[in-house]
């Protein structure tokens, strides 16, 4: 942590504290955020920090991000879908897109203006993006865009969007294409399907869409030919499975603090339920593995930083963060007891918004057959 981030996380704590957090059952009964938090995170500078100034953003890097992330988590709220926001999209119009598309859609997506998503899992496929069946066919300078996509982060909301789609159904991986569409609720061909209930982050938008005729630019198109999307997927998914674990790490230490000090204050049998002998065992085994998260994460942070974050690594990382996330969540609920159930305590929220980290950006049981490649 240099002075500089540690202002930054002064920053964004105070943002989350004051404009956000107190609003959770607001967002968890309309099943989104309000839209214009993203405009107010932007003129914070809280978005797209480490995309570089000439494109509007904050000319910072990954840890930027990380520190913006871990805030983020630790305050409380589930409902703004910053991850996938600023931690991915911009990453991948910055990676691909051309030179007028980033200095079109990057300043946008920078200060608010946009809301971003990204559009891979389909009602048929999830970890499987080769037999996506949605299909962008070339049509003089436009695609005509057919399908339906599921499980959209931010999809209830957002304005651009990167679609997987296959620009030539014959083809397996070498098929798939990552194609920008700009929306609004009035865009021809394009329609919002309804916001999906969840057991967990209830106040985060979470859509269906569908395509049916969906026209965009043939130059929205990322990368210069069609046929890399499935290998632009595979190169940008190490930082996004990152992410899942920097928040997963952050989720650890939260739910440590917020356990110990409920321990400490609650009296069972004429003493604090901290003093007691399975709690104090259970907290030192606790903390001892929110020490190995938080080295493995920041190891493989440091690597990012470096450009060596590997295939084999971010998986592990995935794979490791969000399972020990989930057992170390369910064990402090277990210290609470029945408050532990109750939904006005921070536990509880962790616990069902907590769950669908070994699930998304590739479930955990592909982590393992991927990390097992590299044996």
């Not at 493989?300 to 170390?328: C, N």
Request: proline letters at 3%; a negative charge.
């Amino acid at each position: 942590m240099t002075a500089e981030l540690a202002g930054l996380s002064a920053l964004a704590r105070e943002f989350f504290a004051k404009e956000v957090v107190p609003r959770y059952e607001e967002f968890a009964a309309n099943g989104e955020p309000d839209r214009k938090l993203y405009n107010r995170a932007g003129e914070l500078g809280l978005l797209c920090m480490s995309i570089p100034t000439e494109y509007g953003g904050g000319g910072g890097t990954f840890a930027h991000e990380s520190v913006l992330i871990t805030e983020h988590v630790k305050s409380g709220d589930s409902a703004l879908q910053l991850g996938v926001h600023t931690g991915v999209v911009p990453h991948y119009l910055f990676a691909y897109a051309s030179e007028e598309n980033k200095r079109k859609w990057l300043p946008k997506l920078a200060s608010g203006e946009y809301v971003g998503a990204i559009a891979m899992t389909e009602p048929g496929t999830g970890s499987d993006l080769q037999s996506i069946k949605t299909k962008a066919i070339r049509e003089g300078d436009e695609y005509v865009i057919t399908g339906a996509k599921t499980f959209i982060s931010n999809g209830a909301q957002c304005d651009l969007i990167i679609i997987a789609a296959k620009t030539n159904p014959a083809l397996g991986a070498a098929g798939v294409s990552l194609i920008v569409a700009e929306v609004s609720d009035d865009t021809p061909g394009f329609t919002r399907g309804k916001k999906l209930e969840k057991i967990g982050q209830k106040g985060q938008d979470t859509a269906e869409l569908f395509f049916d005729g969906l026209r965009v630019p043939a130059a929205n198109l990322l990368g210069a030919d069609e046929g890399k999307g499935f290998y632009q997927l595979m190169e940008q998914l190490p930082q996004e499975r990152l992410i899942v674990g920097v928040a997963g790490a952050a989720v650890i230490e939260r739910a440590l603090a917020v356990t110990v000090e409920y321990t400490k204050n609650r009296v069972m049998f004429g003493k604090p339920l901290f003093d007691m002998q399975n709690t104090r065992f259970e907290l030192a085994e606790v903390a001892t593995m929110a020490q190995v998260v938080r080295t493995f994460v920041d190891d493989a942070l440091a690597k990012h930083l470096r450009g060596e974050l590997d295939v084999k690594t971010a998986a592990m990382i995935k794979l490791f963060v969000s399972e020990q996330q989930t057992q170390i969540v369910d064990r402090c609920l277990q210290l609470h007891g029945g408050y532990g159930y109750m939904e006005e305590y921070p536990i509880a929220r962790m616990f069902v918004d907590g769950r669908i980290s070994r699930i998304y950006g590739g479930a955990s049981e592909v982590m393992k057959d991927l990390i097992a490649r590299f044996l």
